[in-house]
């Protein structure tokens, strides 16, 4: 038995398929810093033309990331290293290969989580730029029956082509329990497992793998007694599955305490999946699709049709997080800077003094889609009270200028997500001036652990259990509570049960998940009795692990 980072509950028990991850033989080039150059070119177009159709998919996490990688791949610190390497006498291939282990060291030996984490896409880049002068297909993962998918590294190419109906699970040596893989393995109710090390050597060869996605347990060729095990964890799986349904629709209690279990949208597939879900309305409406992958901002009309869509299909209300563009979410119109630390750059809220227009245009839009329903509007990024007082400044003049123009809208509450960790700590001063707050626990947790979340090696860091980041939640609770406002989680922590059993214990409101969560979560909180001595243990813990077994007590 091997154990990795469960990263999307289920069993998977099935035929293997691994990656080929073998090297490619690059050809000697005339000209081999042009080739070099060229191939380089190419990667970068195909990786922007797959972002774009993993846009139209609704993959958006995995647009995200190709969009990302394809501005690295333009970058000249690798084109820099592999004409250095020619210029030492190295052969082609030979120069392209350690100029990308030289770089990817060179990054993760940094100070600097972000930069650290970047390690990974240097080496995603650097096999597609093998690949293209090696003449090989990108294509990693052919047609195949039912499998589980097997990988040292699932690349965000990779994501975007797959097809779930032909994935039973996924493993993989690198990437972290709240990484992308495994946010979009959620999104996808693929069982997953991820982090575990040698995985790709150890099943060459082996016929069938059963993996469990919440514990993080594989069998590779389970014997008997270990297949019976699965067996019967997939069947309870399945009846939980079932039980759950009884609660599709159902607005749930803790304590007398109503409760909302909403849910988290990206695209409009996931809008369309939230209310067939009937989830508690929408927690986390991400717009950043709406602005990725295209030349210009969305106009004021096209994000009112979707808005309003949103807001006429939910009693509840729908949470609309404005554009979170920067970080690994650029967009060419926006002007970002070239930063070298993107994710603690200018991004989300510090753009909107700088691009106040597009800013202004997205909150008209919202504002207007408020008449057909409860439309809230979260804005990310608050670091401090006066982000947010600038902001609801800008909000303010967009509300006037439709009054201006004699366009109906309706009044909508402003809150602020908290994700950054000095928010959290000023939680009580925040609540004086927002609605309500939504704690991001996916950020949250990566900035208060100094622990890049898409990193295999740095999984054990990245659980939103540990005690340094309940604490903070239960700060942002306290203070919410004490303001009398709504307080939210809309991280993936809220479809954790163990975190959302703490979440209930501090007084928490609402959790946002993705659709195939929402009825899972409601069973599981219809069955918490809140209990102050369980969250004090585990706020008092030694380790997420011991928070986390603190948290099973009834």
Not at 204 to 216: F, I, P
Not at 467 to 478: D, F, G, I, K, S
Request: hydrophobic share 45%.
């Amino acid at each position: 038995m091997t154990a990795g980072a469960g990263a999307s509950p289920g069993i998977a028990i099935g035929p293997i398929y691994v990656i080929d991850e073998s090297e490619v033989t690059i050809p000697d080039y005339e000209n081999p810093s042009q080739a070099f150059s060229e191939a380089a070119a190419t990667v970068a177009n195909d990786l922007r033309t797959a972002s774009k159709k993993a846009v139209e998919a609704g993959r958006t996490e995995a647009a995200e990331i190709l969009n990302a990688q394809a501005m690295m791949a333009e970058d000249t610190m690798l084109a820099s290293s592999v004409e250095e390497n020619l210029q030492a006498g190295e052969a082609f291939g030979d120069a392209v290969t350690k100029a990308a282990e030289g770089v990817a060291n060179l990054l993760a030996t940094l100070d600097d989580p972000y930069l650290a984490a970047r390690a990974a896409d240097v080496g995603e880049i650097a096999d597609r730029i093998r690949r293209q002068l090696a003449g090989v297909s990108q294509v990693r993962i052919a047609n195949t029956e039912p499998s589980v998918i097997v990988a040292g590294m699932l690349t965000a190419a990779d994501t975007a082509v797959m097809d779930p109906a032909s994935i039973l699970g996924l493993i993989t040596e690198t990437g972290g329990p709240t990484g992308h893989v495994a946010v979009i393995a959620r999104s996808l109710a693929i069982p997953a497992v991820v982090g575990v090390a040698g995985i790709a050597s150890e099943a060459a060869g082996v016929a069938t793998v059963a993996l469990d996605g919440t514990t993080g347990e594989i069998s590779l060729d389970p014997d008997p007694d270990e297949l019976t095990d699965f067996q019967a964890r997939a069947a309870a799986h399945r009846d939980m599955m079932e039980a759950a349904a009884a609660y599709r629709g159902v607005h749930v209690e803790v304590a007398g305490r109503p409760i909302r279990v909403a849910a988290n949208v990206g695209t409009p597939e996931d809008l369309d999946a939230a209310i067939a879900a009937e989830a508690d309305g929408i927690g986390l409406f991400r717009t950043e699709f709406l602005f990725l992958g295209r030349s210009s901002p969305p106009t004021q009309d096209e994000q009112f049709a979707l808005y309003r869509k949103a807001a006429a299909a939910f009693q509840d209300p729908v949470v609309i997080r404005s554009f979170d563009i920067g970080g690994d979410k650029p967009a060419g119109y926006i002007g970002v800077p070239d930063e070298e630390n993107p994710f603690l750059g200018v991004r989300g809220v510090r753009l909107y003094e700088q691009e106040k227009e597009i800013f202004k245009d997205q909150v008209k839009a919202i504002a207007r889609a408020s008449t057909a329903g409860d439309v809230w509007l979260m804005i990310p990024m608050i670091a401090t009270v006066a982000d947010f007082l600038t902001t609801r400044s800008l909000v303010d003049e967009a509300t006037a200028e439709l009054d201006d123009a004699q366009v109906a809208w309706a009044a909508f509450k402003v809150g602020v997500m908290i994700e950054v960790p000095s928010a959290a700590l000023i939680a009580s001063r925040l609540a004086e001036h927002v609605d309500f707050f939504s704690i991001g626990t996916n950020d949250l947790t990566q900035y208060t652990m100094a622990a890049d979340r898409t990193s295999g090696s740095l999984a054990g860091y990245a659980d939103p259990l540990h005690p340094a980041v309940m604490q903070l939640c239960n700060l942002t609770a306290r203070a919410a509570l004490d303001a009398e406002i709504s307080v939210a989680v809309c991280g993936e922590a809220g479809s954790d049960l163990a975190a959302a059993t703490l979440f209930m214990d501090m007084g928490i409101d609402k959790l946002s998940v993705s659709s195939p969560r929402v009825d899972v979560v409601k069973a599981h909180i219809d069955a918490i009795m809140p209990r102050q001595d369980r969250l004090g243990d585990a706020l008092a813990a030694g380790s997420a692990s011991e928070a986390r077994e603190i948290a099973g007590r009834r």
